[in-house]
C-alpha cells in the first residue's frame, strides 16, 4: 500500500515562509511525477506545482517566482518551499503521486491534505 504523507503546514503572517513536504512510503518502482494541489473554502482544487522524475517543473501563474518544488533523486520525498505569502495562499494544500508500483501498473497517490492559513 503506497501512503503519502504531507506535513509542514501552519499560520503564518502574510509576507513569511513555509516549506511543506510530502513523503512517500510503500512499495514504489517509480514516481513520475508529484504535484501539489490546493482548495480553498468554496473553491475548487487547482494544481499549483509539480516536479517530473527528471527534474523538470512546473507552477501556477498566481506562485510563480514565489514557490519552489524540489525532492530528492527518486522523488520519494517533495518540498513545496513558499516565500512571500499572500491571505490567497490560504488552503488545504494535498501532495498528488503518479507512479509506477511496477512495470506494468499505474498508481495515482494522494495525501490527506496539510492546512496552510496565512494571516493579513
Known amino acids: 500500500q503506497v501512503q503519502l504523507v504531507e506535513s509542514g503546514g501552519g499560520l503564518v503572517q502574510a509576507g513569511g515562509s513555509l516549506r511543506l513536504s510530502c513523503a512517500a512510503s510503500?512499495?514504489?518502482?517509480?514516481?513520475?511525477?508529484v504535484n501539489w494541489y490546493r482548495q480553498a473554502p468554496g473553491k475548487q482544487r487547482e494544481l499549483v506545482a509539480s516536479i517530473t522524475r527528471g527534474g523538470s517543473t512546473n507552477y501556477a501563474d498566481s506562485v510563480k517566482g514565489r514557490f519552489t518544488i524540489s525532492g530528492d533523486n527518486a522523488k520519494t520525498t517533495v518540498y513545496l518551499q513558499m516565500n512571500s505569502l499572500k491571505p490567497e495562499d490560504t488552503a488545504v494544500y494535498y501532495c498528488n503521486a503518479q507512479l509506477l508500483l511496477n512495470l506494468l501498473q499505474k498508481y495515482d497517490a494522494w495525501g490527506q491534505g496539510t492546512q496552510v492559513t496565512v494571516s493579513s
Open positions: 510503500g512499495v514504489i518502482f517509480s514516481v513520475n511525477t
